[in-house]
């Protein structure tokens, strides 16, 4: 997916090599936005003038068709150099990508109920790939074909792309960085990506991963049919989960440049085509529009959680959702598990043990899981499909029953965990069951798990809620110097 670099003209919000570049932003997700790297290169007054400001041609990208209600109509105009039908017909890329899937049948894929994990998987240092040639498709459901369905890959990319631009016409990606920044160029700007953000590539756009820090790996949902938005809040109020004001987009950029035999690499129906043209995708000077990539700083999510007693279901932790056409079912939603207070009482504080009509595909980006003690690492991964049982290890769960501190509110640090979950049951790619990463034994961290049922045992004594109210209405908390909290004894007032 290479060819030698050559010397461009760029501009934008800091002129010249990426290190010089400035990065600037536009605050919101689902705003209209517009932006200009040249004044005045934006139309004013209508969306295709005869002749359009500095000779630019208008070019329209559709995210929903044109008669979508206009809540959920989706589009961006585009003011580019030239426009983007200026290439060489598309050819199936040679040698063909293996490892990509958009249709999940039988004959592609393969349907498991048993719990899977994988290791994380080192980058290799040879041979040279980049985020196209390092991208595989993991698992997933339905079709792209008919606009319904989603799809799990994994990324580990060792170089840069260099004169070539992806474009997914598949659907939306969700990328997740584990391991190393990704600069995304995209048509309407660039954007910084480094773990513990995600950044969203809509339908139809064009883009190229740079890796300035060098080999990245990651995880990548990509969705059919529909887009990503902010789930409904509900009870919450207005407030609270992940703010729209903290989703990023970029800034009009471009490069002018005469750039033969660069290369647009097209996703389409899994499969990968090319075709070549003589000049950078990124030549869009101006814009405006609703349609647009867009970066989140997973550290902003404000996350709810129990106060009093039992484990919150996970679903509160929602970042973004594609749904479907049943209210409160997803296509995918994308779930993380953050840093956060656990102060839950006479409560087992991990996830508890669980049969789910959904399924869960789980990374983990940093730290420590609250539910798995061993064997689930960063970059690594773990899928549970519906109604396949999962929960937390047994070392997690002896080692919380019997920590006499259990009543103890405690901070849950250094850990950043997501779940990709989705109401499709999902199919297995053969090489993802085959790979050397994946776990053989992890069924085994469930099978030292022992009954501690006694029917005559009696010494422990269930606490009932009224028991609980009781004790709650007549102390507080109050924070200490040691960071745990004291138990105060409240003065009565009547």
């Known amino acids: 997916m290479a060819s030698p670099r050559r010397k461009q003209q760029q501009h934008g ?27 005045g290169s934006l ?3 209508q969306n295709s003038p005869l002749v359009c400001p500095l000779g630019l041609y208008a070019e329209q990208l559709s995210g929903t068709p044109f008669t979508a209600p206009r809540a959920r109509n989706l589009r961006t105009w585009l003011y580019r150099i030239k426009p983007s039908v200026t290439h060489e ?71 840069s792309m260099d004169g070539c631009a992806f474009c997914n016409a598949d659907g939306d ?13 995209t048509e309407c700007g660039k954007l910084l990506v480094p773990p513990g953000e995600i950044v969203v590539i809509p339908q139809g756009f064009r883009f190229a991963v740079d890796l300035p820090d060098g080999p990245s790996r990651g995880y990548v949902s990509e969705i059919f049919g529909t887009h990503f938005q902010l789930p409904d809040l509900g009870p919450i109020g207005a407030n609270g989960l992940a703010s729209a004001r903290d ?48 970066k989140y700083d997973l550290s902003k999510f404000c996350p709810f959680n129990t106060v009093l007693f039992d484990h919150a279901d996970p679903s509160v932790n929602t970042v973004l959702t594609a749904p479907t056409d049943k209210p409160g079912v997803a296509l995918l939603d994308f779930v993380i598990f953050p840093p956060r207070w656990l102060v839950a009482e006479n409560t087992f504080r991990p996830p508890y043990y669980h049969r789910n009509c959904m399924s869960e595909f789980m990374g983990l980006i940093y730290g420590i899981y609250e539910a798995k003690a061993d064997g689930f690492l960063p970059g690594g991964a773990s899928l549970h499909s519906c109604m396949t049982p999962h929960g937390p290890d047994t070392k997690t769960y002896e080692a919380t029953i019997s920590r006499p501190d259990a009543n103890e509110p405690s901070r849950l640090s250094g850990t950043l965990a ?40 009696t010494g422990r004594q269930p606490v009932n809620l009224q028991t609980r109210m009781a004790q709650t209405s007549s102390h507080h908390y109050l924070p200490s110097s040691t960071s745990k909290f004291t138990q105060i004894s409240q003065v009565a007032t009547e």
Request: overall charge negative; hydrophobic content about 35%; aromatic content about 16%.
């Open 13 to 39: 919000d800091g002129d010249g090599d990426d290190d010089s570049y400035s990065f600037r932003y536009l605050s919101g997700l689902g705003n209209s936005f517009t932006s200009e790297a040249v004044p």
């Open 43 to 45: 139309p004013g007054a």
């Open 89 to 159: 017909p598309f050819h199936p890329c040679q040698p063909a990508h293996r490892r990509l899937i958009g249709e999940f049948d039988r004959t592609t894929t393969v349907a498991t109920p048993t719990q899977l994990r994988w290791a994380p998987a080192d980058v290799p240092q040879a041979p040279p790939l980049d985020f196209i040639d390092g991208l595989y498709t993991v698992c997933g459901a339905g079709s792209s074909f008919l606009r319904h369905g989603y799809a799990v890959h994994m990324y580990a990319a060792n170089k």
């Open 173 to 185: 990606f969700l990328i997740v960085p584990q391991q190393g920044k990704l600069l995304v160029t």
């Open 247 to 294: 989703f990023l987009s970029p800034t009009a950029w471009f490069e002018q440049a005469h750039r033969p035999g660069y290369t647009i690499v097209q996703k389409y129906g899994g499969e990968l085509f090319t075709a070549t043209q003589d000049f950078s995708p990124f030549n869009v000077v101006a814009w405006h529009g609703n349609y647009v990539p867009y």
């Open 418 to 457: 997501f779940m990709f979950e989705s109401a499709l049951i999902p199919r297995v790619c053969q090489w993802a069951l085959d790979s050397p990463s994946r776990d053989l034994d992890y069924y085994r961290c469930w099978i030292g798990l022992k009954s501690h049922f006694s029917h005559h045992d």
